[in-house]
């Protein structure tokens, strides 16, 4: 059994969703980044709302403070769930 966090994907997507973690946990991304580079009419590449749908990335203000854009961030489930990919995966 895995430590990995549960979350609720088809198993074909969880390499997208991993590859959208990575994205996001590499700096921090605007609300307008993600959808210029993640935006999709196909619901099987739903990498952005799988991972807010399972808690993994949260907008959130950046340090520019209340008039800057949101950004996503990784909460904690979604490092856990990336770290223990990574692990799996090692």
């Known amino acids: 059994m ?4 549960v979350i609720e994907a088809s198993a074909s997507q969880l390499g997208n969703l991993a590859q959208f973690l990575i994205w996001v946990a590499e700096r921090p991304r605007t609300y307008a980044d993600i959808m210029d580079a993640w935006r ?8 952005w709302e799988d ?10 203000r ?8 949101a ?4 909460t904690d489930k ?8 990574e692990k799996s995966t090692a």
């Open 2 to 5: 895995s430590d990995s966090p």
């Open 40 to 47: 999709t009419s196909c619901p099987r590449l739903s990498a």
């Open 51 to 60: 991972a807010t749908a399972n808690g993994l990335v949260d907008l959130t």
């Open 62 to 69: 950046g340090d520019a403070g209340a008039l800057g854009p």
């Open 71 to 74: 950004v996503a961030m990784l």
């Open 78 to 85: 979604g490092r856990a769930w990336l770290a223990s990919r």
